[in-house]
């Protein structure tokens, strides 16, 4: 619950956290389990204090939370001075020495863009410099501001404005409002010490956008939407060096355009470290991944330090397309130790492995829905399969067939609840459409409790969620039959909404009045790859 707004909050240390305009719904989560890791909660440690203008109707990418100050400084390292965020996303999974600074806590968060030590804000600027004036004339604004006030050290002020351009001189009468700060240290304007910034939050669209630009066509100023104020404006020193945390090239190396083994339902990068930090990931813990297929999650488990262990019933992707495009150079790519891989079924766990006691800190998992990959479980199409003699058994790979999506989820449940420690979280992704119901129609668990879930649209019918859930007692084998007879709180009604994507969303595009113009292209496209594929193959071998 948020507190009042208020523009002087003595004794307090107030940071402003940027979120990327992305994954909306799923900013606050990832912040959250990620404090919950530095044991920092807030409503208990920290509170939230409501923005300007609370009424307004857009997700805005701010948050303001306040601590207070004599907790923050026996909690973080408040003097970071020269200390500037490593590139390497990879040091997430490292152990701090000492007290963390406020950057090295929040930097892990992917939809983070940055934090501000915040000194004052306000509904507009006049008034948000007024509030930055009491703040620095109080006892407690003048003890914050002691690290800033060295002669030795530079500084400049930035104007963020959200995507609305003011010329040279306007800004700079926007970074005069606040020269009673009065910093003693040369300005630079390339790479100084300190950096402050001064934000002008606008209306942004579900893109980003502003959506009343100042500007219109061939640079004209808009004069009703010059005229509009903004909906905040806020001030105060950049934590961590950099501004945009996500920039520099952080997450483009772990883009999957630089991975050497992909495949067609590999997760993207910026995703699966969202999931990793929902299950709370950290050095030295074990994770597992029972449908692990190329390995892009498990991979991300391994840059946050854990030690990696992966199940798929397909031996062809676990073992790759060769001695350098497999799970294993991935992991070399990035220098992360190899992951123990296993063929096994995620349907019959417990015939593979003799104990069932906890074993994993975490369970990160995009299990196969039949959208562009089938579940397969073991087993045969016949009724009475041959039985295996005994000295095929070493190498015999089983026969598979169709795995059922609500038995891929009531298994993937079950599992998690025997195999995770308490505490420990199970991850997972799920598409559903429209008329999914998150409080009846996810499957449930008697030892797992639903911590959140967090929704992504993809298109008109189709969406996906982020699902976390934790184990919260001990698992009963002896129960194993009920628990799996209560996966689904509706029955039958809320397994078919997860079994039956495919299928719906075909049924859903056939009412649409292009439908069978969109697939004759799509078989088109299909034969023209598939001739082109077989001329590149013919002209191969005649060179040869």
């Given amino acids: 619950m948020s507190a009042p707004f208020t523009s002087v909050m003595n004794d307090r240390y107030n940071i402003l956290v940027e979120f990327a305009h992305i994954h909306l719904d799923f900013q606050r989560a990832e912040l959250e389990a990620v404090l919950s890791m530095s044991d920092i909660y807030i409503g208990r440690d920290c509170f939230e204090i409501s923005l300007p203008n609370p009424n307004r109707e857009y997700h805005s990418p701010f948050m303001i939370l306040s601590f207070d ?14 200390q500037v965020l490593s590139d390497d996303i990879g040091r997430f999974g490292k152990k701090v020495t000492g007290k963390p600074t406020i950057a090295e806590v929040f930097s892990r ?11 004052g804000y306000d509904s507009d600027l006049d008034s948000c410099a007024n509030a930055v004036k009491k703040w620095s004339e109080s006892s407690s604004g003048k003890n914050q501001l002691i690290p800033y006030r060295k002669q030795s050290v530079s500084w400049k002020i930035t104007v963020h404005t959200l995507g609305t351009t003011f010329t040279t001189v306007e800004q700079n009468e926007m970074r005069g409002k606040f020269s009673f700060l009065d910093f003693p240290g040369p ?13 002008r939050e606008v209306e942004l669209d579900h893109k980003g956008s502003a959506v009343y630009p100042r500007y219109g066509e061939k640079k004209v100023i808009i004069p009703e939407n010059d005229s509009r104020p903004p909906l905040a404006c806020y001030y105060g020193r950049v934590l961590g060096g950099l501004r945009n945390w996500r920039g520099k090239g952080r997450l483009e190396q772990l883009t999957l355009k630089k991975r050497s083994y992909l495949g067609p339902t590999s997760m993207d990068a ?8 929902m299950a709370r990931v950290k050095q030295g813990s074990f994770a597992f991944d029972p449908f692990v297929g190329t390995g892009s999650i498990l991979l991300t488990c391994g840059l946050r330090g854990a030690y990696c262990f992966g199940t798929d019933i397909d031996i062809r992707v676990l073992r790759g ?5 497999n799970i294993w150079s991935n992991f070399k790519q990035y220098n992360l130790p190899r992951p123990d891989l296993v063929r ?7 015939r593979h492995y003799k104990s069932h006691n906890a074993l994993y800190d975490a369970i990160v998992t995009d299990p196969p829905y039949g959208i562009r990959a089938g579940a397969r479980k073991s087993g045969s199409k016949l009724e009475n399969p041959k039985p295996i003699l005994d000295k095929f058994r070493y190498d015999h790979i089983a026969q598979t067939q169709v795995y059922e999506v609500s038995d891929v989820m009531a298994d993937l449940l079950d599992v998690s609840a025997q195999t995770l420690a308490l505490g ?23 030892c797992l409790k639903t911590v959140c879930v967090s929704y992504q649209p993809l298109q008109s019918e189709l969406g996906r969620r982020l699902v976390t859930m934790e184990k919260i007692k001990e698992y009963d084998p002896l129960k194993r039959a009920e628990y799996l007879s209560k996966t689904w709180v509706n029955g039958p009604e809320s397994a078919e909404k997860c079994a039956r994507i495919r299928e719906r969303l075909i049924e ?21 790859t598939k001739e082109a594929a077989k001329k590149a193959k013919t002209e191969t071998k005649t060179d040869v």
């Fill in 424 to 446: 420990g979280r199970l991850v997972y992704i799920i598409p559903s459409m429209q008329d999914f119901d998150p409080e009846t129609d996810l499957p449930v668990h008697e």
């Fill in 109 to 119: 968060v992917t939809l983070v863009r940055s934090v501000i030590h915040l000194f």
């Fill in 508 to 528: 859903a595009a056939k009412l649409r009045p292009d439908y069978d113009e969109k697939l004759r292209h799509r078989k088109q496209k299909r034969k023209e």
């Fill in 187 to 199: 300005i630079k304007m390339m790479n100084p010490t300190y950096e402050y910034l001064l934000v």
């Fill in 321 to 325: 397309k060769g001695g350098h495009e």
């Fill in 344 to 350: 096994s079924d995620n349907a019959i766990y417990h």
């Fill in 69 to 82: 100050y004599a907790y923050a400084n026996s909690k973080f390292n408040l003097d970071d001075e020269g």
């Fill in 270 to 277: 910026e995703l699966s470290l969202i999931m990793t930090n």
